[in-house]
Every structure is written in C-alpha cells, then in structure tokens.
C-alpha cells in the first residue's frame, strides 16, 4: 500500500509468487502482491480512503472486520470489483459490480483496536482468503498512546493462519477452490483445515526478544481452524484488549482459545524466563506439527519503562436492551443455515435502530465462530451462565460451542443500512450460512 497523499492509500490485489516453505515458489492472490497484506495504521478520528485495484483472475469484495464502516465500504459479497474483461459467470441479484477499482472509505471513528480485513466475495470468500487476501489494520488513539504499554519493536502483531500445500508448494485447496462453497462436501462439515500453521505468512518463525514486556496483537485468520494458546515451558497471557479494543482492567490467562476471527490484544513479560530460553507458543488444540505456532527466543536483558496498569480505559457502558432475537445457526440437508434460511442478499432477518442495544441469542449444532459486522457487542452469558474470562470486552465475534445458547449484548452505532452476520468458518460462510441484517 502506498500513500497517495494523506489519508489515501492505494493497494493493488495481485497474483505473486512468494517464498514460505524453503526453497519452494507459492503462488499467491495478495493484497499488495503480499500474504499478508499490509498492515494499516488508522488513527481514530482521521478518515481514510483506501482505493483497492484488482488485478486478479476473479471479483472481490474488501471488508474491514471489526470496522465501523458504512455499508457502501464494507465489503458486501455483492458490491464486487471486477479485474478487467471479467465477465461474470456468477451473476447474483442486485449485484454491484466496479470495473477494476473501488474506493472504500473509513470514517475511523472508533477506539483503538486490532482490526483485520479480507476478501468477502458471494460464495467464494473461503478459496480467496486462503490464497492469500488477508492482512491487518490497527486502529490507535490518544487514550491508548497514553498508556505505558510496550510499543514499537516490542509490539507484535499476529496473524495466525493454516494452510496446506501440494508437493510443489502451492496452496492446496478441495476442488482448487475454482467451484465455492457449494462444492464442498461432507468431508469439510468442519471446514478447510491446512497441516501448516503460518504466522504473518511464515511457517514455525522464531521472534527474537529481550526480556521485558511485549504486546502481541493476536488474529485468527485460519478459515476454520480453533485453537488454544498457550506458553511454553509456562507464562501467562496478561489479556489487555478484546476484538474491539481495549479492556477496562487487565486479566490473566494461562491459555486463550480462539476461533476464526477473532483477536486478542495481550502483554507477555519475557523477563519471567532465563536468556537464552526459547518460549514456545502451542496449541493445546492439536498434535503433531500443527500444535506449535511460533518461538520467542530470549536473546538479551533489557531495560524496560512499559507497564500494564491497573485501569485500561474507560470502554462504552453497558446499554440497556430495548430487543431480543435469536439466531440459530444450523445444518440443513445441503446447507449451512441461520434460522433455517440460506443467505439471500437484500433479505434482512431483522432491522435493530440506529442507536439502541439488542440481546442476540446465538444457537447451534456445531462450533460456530458468530461474527456479527459493524455492531460490538459483550458475551452476557454461555448456557445461561456467565461468560468465560475469556469473552471479556467488546467484541465482534464470539465462538459458539457445539449446542451451546451464547447471549450477546450489541449496539448498532455509526451507520445506518444492509450489514451482515455469519459464521466466520469461512466454508460455512460460503455454504450460505450468513443473514442479513439492517439497521433503520
Ligand atoms: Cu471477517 Cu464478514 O467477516
Ligand atoms: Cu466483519
Ligand atoms: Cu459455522
């Protein structure tokens, strides 16, 4: 991405080819040519404009999660920018279609907090991100540069991610991925998991670190793949952020599970190992390869002046509910369903006001990340009991266990018009498990 002046970048998607396994070529559809993409600097109450040229074989959409974005720029699966000489073989009702650029513009006027954005295409979001069109967004502001936390060097973000590849290095994909969502079968029910698990688009990478604090801005961006972080040989994760910004207090963690989309914002203090050990992260979730993410190395001491304290902000208060509805995301015989539908554009399952707070019951037969645009909301309770420690914050996507009733508290602030729900195990997304909602 570069700067065209300020408060305007361009990005273009393109095909590439970038070395991540040793010695083999991958090819991949990059933001920039890159996977990931790059990262953005948003500063709360400067507006951007980011105009995306897509120089790809295919349309995409580009949706900023966790952005208090208006509907025209937030990645409707319909609203496509087309490469050039695409003729489209998917035509969908009311599709919107930019010949080769689109502007996408965000007010930024939000709190500081780890953002992410990625492809959002109509049935094919899940084959597209794979591939690579990914990447973060970081949203600052005057009441977080007020605090001691450790910065610059010692903040990281990560971008954790699984993929498969064929013996020539390329990503490995069911069906190439040529086909969408509808082509996946019965052995996806648990979506596209890879072998490989990737941090900012390297395998197994080692962070060298002296021994003081460092902030590690944790995304999920795996399609379907959970897990659960936590340190090795021990340590904890000092939890100071959620999806959608920082917490009003601090809090430990020994281990942090976390399901597609979502992100955590945490202080680890490397000055609780030795120099010279290596601290590895794992995942408690699964065996072999795919259970260890990525190793710090504590190289040196440090000096360090960052702390974590005691009060974190002041997030918005809880608001009083003026409605409740239910979700149930759901398995049919050929589809992923939320309240027995299949998604349709332009269909909204319900209208919330501008300005108020809805209970929204979230149900399931499966494990279904529930991701919820535009709106924050807080977990009020799991099986009508009170959240994990975990669901702390604001947040935007929240885990739903197999059978589980996940009440959640969201505001619709910022903009009114059509936005999206669903399940953010992209191949469940895909297979049309995704509704409409609209605030009015
Ligand atoms: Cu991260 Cu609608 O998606
Ligand atoms: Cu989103
Ligand atoms: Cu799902």
Same mark, same amino acid.
């Given at each position: 991405?570069?700067?065209?002046?300020?408060?305007?970048?361009?990005?273009?998607?393109?095909?590439?080819?970038?070395?991540?396994?040793?010695?083999?070529? !991958?090819?991949?559809? @990059?933001?920039?040519?890159?996977?990931?993409?790059?990262?953005f600097?948003?500063?709360?109450?400067?507006?951007?404009? &980011?105009?995306?040229?897509?120089?790809?074989?295919?349309?995409?959409?580009?949706?900023?999660?966790?952005?208090v974005?208006?509907?025209?720029?937030?990645?409707?699966?319909?609203?496509?920018?087309?490469?050039? @000489?695409?003729?489209?073989?998917?035509?969908?009702? @009311?599709?919107?279609?930019?010949?080769v650029?689109?502007?996408?513009?965000?007010?930024?006027?939000?709190?500081?907090?780890?953002?992410?954005?990625?492809d959002?295409?109509?049935?094919?979001?899940?084959?597209?991100?794979?591939?690579?069109?990914?990447?973060?967004?970081?949203?600052?502001?005057?009441?977080?540069d007020?605090?001691?936390?450790?910065?610059?060097?010692?903040?990281?973000?990560?971008?954790?991610?699984?993929?498969?590849?064929?013996?020539?290095?390329?990503?490995?994909?069911p069906?190439?991925?040529?086909?969408?969502?509808?082509?996946?079968?019965?052995?996806?029910?648990?979506?596209?998991?890879?072998?490989?698990?990737?941090?900012?688009?390297?395998?197994?990478?080692?962070?060298?670190?002296?021994?003081?604090?460092?902030?590690?801005?944790?995304?999920?961006?795996?399609?379907?793949?959970?897990?659960?972080l936590?340190?090795?040989?021990?340590?904890?994760?000092t939890?100071?952020?959620?999806?959608?910004?920082?917490?009003?207090?601090?809090?430990?963690?020994?281990e942090?599970?976390?399901s597609?989309?979502?992100?955590?914002?945490?202080?680890?203090?490397?000055?609780?190992?030795?120099?010279? !050990?290596?601290?590895?992260?794992?995942n408690?979730?699964?065996?072999?390869?795919?259970?260890?993410?990525?190793?710090? +190395?504590?190289?040196?001491? @440090?000096?360090?002046?960052?702390?974590?304290?005691?009060?974190?902000?002041?997030?918005?208060?809880?608001p009083?509910?003026?409605?409740?509805?239910?979700?149930?995301?759901?398995? !049919?015989?050929?589809?992923?369903? &939320?309240?027995?539908?299949?998604?349709?554009?332009?269909?909204?399952?319900?209208?919330?006001?501008?300005?108020?707070?809805?209970?929204?019951?979230?149900?399931?037969?499966?494990?279904?990340?529930?991701?919820?645009?535009?709106?924050?909301?807080?977990?009020?309770?799991?099986?009508?009991?009170?959240?994990?420690?975990?669901?702390?914050?604001?947040?935007?996507?929240?885990?739903?266990?197999?059978?589980?009733?996940?009440? +959640?508290?969201?505001?619709?602030?910022?903009?009114?018009?059509?936005?999206?729900?669903?399940?953010?195990?992209?191949?469940?997304?895909?297979?049309?498990?995704?509704?409409?909602?609209?605030?009015?």
């Amino acid at each position: 991405a570069r700067p065209v002046s300020p408060g305007r970048y361009e990005v273009t998607q393109r095909v590439a080819a970038v070395e991540i396994l040793p010695g083999l070529r !991958t090819e991949v559809w @990059g933001y920039g040519g890159a996977f990931p993409g790059p990262t953005f600097e948003l500063r709360r109450g400067t507006p951007v404009t &980011i105009t995306v040229r897509n120089e790809l074989p295919v349309p995409t959409s580009t949706h900023l999660h966790g952005g208090v974005t208006p509907p025209d720029s937030d990645g409707y699966p319909t609203d496509l920018v087309v490469p050039a @000489g695409h003729s489209s073989h998917h035509s969908h009702p @009311g599709e919107v279609l930019h010949p080769v650029t689109k502007d996408y513009r965000y007010p930024v006027e939000q709190r500081a907090a780890t953002l992410w954005y990625h492809d959002h295409r109509m049935d094919f979001t899940a084959p597209q991100v794979w591939r690579g069109l990914a990447g973060m967004a970081l949203v600052r502001d005057d009441e977080e540069d007020a605090l001691p936390l450790p910065g610059g060097e010692r903040e990281l973000p990560l971008m954790i991610c699984d993929r498969s590849f064929d013996e020539d290095g390329s990503f490995r994909y069911p069906d190439g991925g040529h086909h969408g969502g509808a082509a996946l079968d019965a052995e996806y029910l648990e979506g596209v998991e890879g072998d490989v698990i990737l941090v900012n688009g390297a395998p197994w990478p080692v962070a060298e670190v002296s021994a003081t604090r460092h902030r590690l801005r944790l995304l999920n961006a795996s399609n379907a793949r959970r897990y659960r972080l936590r340190l090795s040989p021990g340590g904890r994760f000092t939890q100071i952020g959620s999806d959608s910004g920082l917490l009003a207090a601090p809090v430990a963690h020994d281990e942090l599970p976390i399901s597609p989309g979502e992100r955590y914002d945490v202080v680890v203090d490397f000055s609780a190992y030795p120099v010279g !050990t290596a601290v590895t992260l794992v995942n408690t979730l699964a065996d072999g390869p795919a259970g260890n993410v990525m190793r710090f +190395v504590v190289t040196s001491r @440090g000096r360090d002046d960052s702390a974590v304290p005691p009060v974190l902000s002041r997030p918005p208060d809880r608001p009083r509910p003026v409605a409740t509805r239910t979700f149930d995301f759901r398995r !049919t015989d050929d589809a992923w369903t &939320i309240n027995g539908l299949r998604y349709r554009p332009g269909a909204p399952l319900a209208r919330p006001r501008l300005g108020t707070a809805e209970v929204w019951r979230l149900t399931g037969d499966f494990h279904h990340p529930v991701h919820v645009h535009l709106a924050h909301f807080q977990v009020l309770a799991r099986n009508g009991r009170p959240p994990a420690a975990t669901d702390a914050g604001w947040k935007d996507t929240v885990d739903v266990r197999p059978y589980e009733v996940v009440d +959640v508290l969201a505001r619709f602030d910022g903009h009114r018009g059509l936005y999206m729900l669903h399940c953010h195990n992209l191949e469940h997304e895909d297979m049309a498990m995704m509704a409409d909602f609209e605030v009015i």
